[in-house]
């Protein structure tokens, strides 16, 4: 069975600095994965994913996330964090043809001043 | 955005009523799904459906029903609430048959059992 976790329940770094959300799956065949993020009472927005293809994926708000097959990851990054990057980030691996979804447990961002 | 919506947004309900929560599309995507998010438990797949009348289970359907009648009209049921569904719930779609693996999400539904 594919499962996804997200090492890092909480995550504190400063305005400006830079940030990488950890992300590691299981599944048997090369995944679709994907990071969502969600702001309080919101829903979740796509920030970016990956199918195949180059391993390095570029997404909205000025975030990437690297593939590594050998490491079984995709960690997300983003090279200078704005305070309105606090929220809630999601790491989800897709299961191919079905479309469905198995999320981590999710990793809370807060921005420092 | 996606063309997703969910009917209530927000619902207080007695232990043991039943409930239903509804998720339309105008999208014309395949396949729907229902998901419940918790605090510490990211989202969790409920039932999901992959056409008119097609459906089949997640990993926490017990105590969920749904029904697709129409592409557009996804509906969960909650035949007799308990406490322990309360929660967040969204709708999702997708059409990988299509090539769209990628799955929306829609505004979610606050669902409180008292």
């Known amino acids: 069975a594919q499962s996804v976790t997200q090492p890092d329940i909480h995550i504190t770094v400063s305005e400006g600095a830079s940030l990488e959300l950890r992300c590691n799956y299981s599944?048997?065949?090369?995944?679709?994965l994907f990071w969502y993020v969600q702001s309080p009472g919101q829903g979740l927005q796509l920030l970016l994913k990956?199918?195949?293809?180059?391993?390095l994926v570029q997404g909205i708000k000025g975030f990437e996330a690297e593939f590594k097959r050998s490491q079984s990851s995709f960690n997300l990054r983003k090279p200078s964090v704005h305070w309105s990057d606090a929220a809630e980030y999601f790491c989800?691996?897709?299961?191919?043809?079905?479309?469905?979804?198995?999320f981590g447990d999710g990793t809370t961002l807060t921005v420092k001043p | 955005d996606a063309g997703i919506t969910q009917s209530p947004r927000h619902k207080v309900t007695e232990t043991g009523t039943p409930v239903t929560l509804r998720c339309h599309q105008t999208?014309?995507?395949?396949?729907m799904y229902w998901y419940r998010q918790d605090p510490g438990h990211g989202l969790r797949l409920i039932h999901y459906?992959?056409?008119?009348?097609?459906?089949d289970k997640g990993e926490v359907s017990d105590g969920y029903s749904v029904s697709r009648s129409k592409t557009e009209d996804f509906l969960l049921t909650l035949e007799s609430a308990t406490s322990s569904q309360t929660s967040v719930y969204f709708c999702?779609?997708?059409?990988?048959?299509?090539?769209?693996?990628?799955?929306?999400f829609g505004p979610g539904t606050r669902l409180l059992v008292l």
């Open positions: 989800a691996v897709g299961e191919a043809g079905v479309g469905k979804s198995t």
């Open positions: 459906s992959y056409g008119v009348k097609d459906t």
């Open positions: 999702a779609i997708s059409d990988p048959t299509s090539g769209q693996e990628t799955q929306y």
């Open positions: 990956y199918f195949s293809g180059d391993t």
């Open positions: 599944y048997g065949a090369t995944p679709y």
């Open positions: 999208e014309n995507h395949r396949y």
